[in-house]
């Protein structure tokens, strides 16, 4: 397993990440056999969101909580994130002081810990009051609840206009980004054609975060598009690209989950990975791609093979 520290922390990380938002899914001891089969793997980085559950808010966290009987001593092998910002009751996003340190201390309470080691915001709220969130920001680092903060799904004038009144830096934002949803590469790619692929989309997101040391993390790693299903064993919509990935996947002697890994940790920015997986083989072989790195030619024969130009 590949580690990299993230900018501007002390915290060193696996490339890969497992993500908790399916996890009610499965019985808490199946929960925990997926947990600990992550950590074996050493994977030590684990994602969160206030509002992930099928049933109620907060299900995902209190159950990883049950599944891992949290204490100390398993606590501190772990990176733990949550997310907040989201009011699922009633469907619209929330960055006030009140929700954000509400759902953070609900989240402790919940995931059974002090502290959290990130606080993402989850989706950008346009009646944001950065003083405000800087005043949250503030009381949670102070109290010793939240040790760094980052967003999701945010641009770069979003993160800007945020670091304007905050004094902790942004040092990740949570992207969607997977083979067959690369918005964060197309454009520049494509640049001044008049293709489709050349509209900028993303406001050069990731461009944005290396050149601030933000540390992306990409979500939905084997989706193709928002939740329309998995690319990979799709033969029928993605045929040429299931079989370069096979292709490639047989000369590393990995599955291709691996690869689908592979193509995403390849790029210099050390992006992390979000594994959503239920199922221990599939996270298994996923991180068997974690140290893999494509050869130029390879990672191009992908990216073409899902649908893209290189002009």
Not at 58 to 71: L, P
Request: contains cysteine.
């Amino acid at each position: 397993m590949k580690y990299n520290r993230i900018a501007n922390t002390d915290l060193q990380v696996s490339n890969l990440i497992m993500g908790n938002m399916r996890l009610t899914e499965l019985s808490v001891s199946a929960a925990e056999k997926l947990i600990r089969t992550a950590m074996e793997e050493n994977i030590n980085f684990f994602d969160h969101a206030d509002i992930y559950g099928s049933e109620f808010v907060g299900q995902c966290e209190e159950h990883f909580a049950k599944a891992v009987q949290m204490n100390a001593g398993i606590r501190e092998k772990m990176v733990l994130q949550t997310k907040c910002g989201i009011n699922s009751a009633k469907n619209y996003y929330d960055f006030s002081k009140e929700h954000i340190i509400d759902s953070v201390n609900n989240s402790l309470n919940r995931l059974k810990t002090d502290y959290l080691d990130i606080l993402l915001l989850h989706r950008p709220d346009p009646l944001m009051d950065p003083e405000e969130v800087a005043e949250a920001f503030d009381e949670l680092h102070a109290s010793g609840k939240v040790r760094y903060f980052g967003v999701s799904n945010h641009n770069p004038a979003q993160i800007q206009l945020l670091e304007k009144y905050i004094r902790h830096k942004v040092v990740v934002n949570q992207l969607q980004f997977s083979i067959a949803h690369t918005p964060l590469i197309d454009a520049g790619i494509a640049l001044n054609m008049g293709a489709d692929q050349a509209i900028n989309r993303d406001s050069s997101i990731l461009e944005y975060c290396r050149l601030h040391d933000i540390t992306v993390q990409a979500w939905s790693p084997f989706q193709t598009g928002f939740f329309k299903g998995p690319f990979l064993g799709d033969h029928e919509k993605f045929p040429k690209l299931n079989e370069v990935i096979e292709q490639i996947a047989r000369k590393y002697d990995v599955p291709n989950t691996a690869i689908a890994v592979a193509w995403i940790t390849t790029h210099p920015a050390d992006i992390q990975v979000v594994l959503g997986t239920t199922k221990m083989k599939r996270m298994k072989d996923a991180c068997k791609g974690s140290e893999i790195k494509l050869t130029r030619e390879e990672w191009y024969e992908i990216y073409k093979a899902a649908g893209n130009i290189v002009p």
